[in-house]
T-cell receptor
Framework: AQSVTQLDSHVSVSEGTPVLLRCNYSSSYSPSLFWYVQHPNKGLQLLLK??????LVKGINGFEAEFKKSETSFHLTKPSAHMSDAAEYFC????????????FGKGTHLIIQP | DVKVTQSSRYLVKRTGEKVFLECVQDMDHENMFWYRQDPGLGLRLIYF???????EKGDIPEGYSVSREKKERFSLILESASTNQTSMYLCASSPAQTGVTDTQYFGPGTRLTVL
């Protein structure tokens, strides 16, 4: 069975400093991987996705993520945090098979300190 | 822009009531999804649909049913609401025939409280 682990439930950074949100997956196959962001009282919005093309994926709002098969990781980064980045972030993996193949991580709450 | 709307942002119901949550998308997407979101558990898939009148169970279908009579509308039904169904419910849609690998577009959510 596939699983997605977001290693931190909360991450707090100062505005202007780098952001690192960690995600590890376990899957028998190379999955498609996604990062979504959810701002307060809003639905989820896709930040970026990896589907077996380039391992470094650039997304919206200056975020990027690198797929590392050897480490089974797909960490999300941003060089400089903005106050508007404060939100919940979800790592998602899909390894085929219809509904049973989609797995959401439990989420990481990103806090930006002024 | 893709728009996914949900009929209510907040809903309060009593135990045993039948509850309908409605979701409408305006981009002619084939796929639609219902999730529930609970603190510390992330999102869990309840049901999804690849096409009109088609439905497939997700991870936690017990206590729920769905209806898709028109392509743009996907309804989630709680036949007899219980307190453990108090949650945030999110609807999503995506354009691909292949299902879940394509970008999903989410509605704003319905926060359901069952008393």
């Amino acid at each position: 069975a596939q699983s997605v682990t977001q290693l931190d439930s909360h991450v707090s950074v100062s505005e202007g400093t780098p952001v690192l949100l960690r995600c590890n997956y376990s899957s028998s196959y190379s999955p498609s991987l996604f990062w979504y962001v959810q701002h307060p009282n809003k639905g989820l919005q896709l930040l970026l996705k990896y589907t077996s093309a380039a391992t470094l994926v650039k997304g919206i709002n200056g975020f990027e993520a690198e797929f590392k098969k050897s480490e089974t990781s797909f960490h999300l980064t941003k060089p400089s945090a903005h106050m508007s980045d404060a939100a919940e972030y979800f790592c998602v993996a899909y390894s085929g098979g219809g509904a049973d193949g989609l797995t959401f991580g439990k989420g990481t709450h990103l806090i930006i300190q002024p | 822009d893709v728009k996914v709307t949900q009929s209510s942002r907040y809903l309060v119901k009593r135990t045993g009531e039948k509850v309908f949550l409605e979701c409408v998308q305006d981009m002619d997407h084939e796929n639609m999804f219902w999730y529930r979101q609970d603190p510390g558990l992330g999102l869990r898939l309840i049901y999804f649909s690849y096409d009109v009148k088609m439905k497939e169970k997700g991870d936690i279908p017990e206590g729920y049913s769905v209806s898709r009579e028109k392509k743009e509308r996907f309804s989630l039904i709680l036949e007899s609401a219980s307190t453990n169904q108090t949650s945030m419910y999110l609807c999503a849609s995506s354009p691909a025939q292949t299902g879940v690998t394509d970008t999903q577009y989410f509605g704003p959510g319905t926060r359901l409280t069952v008393l």
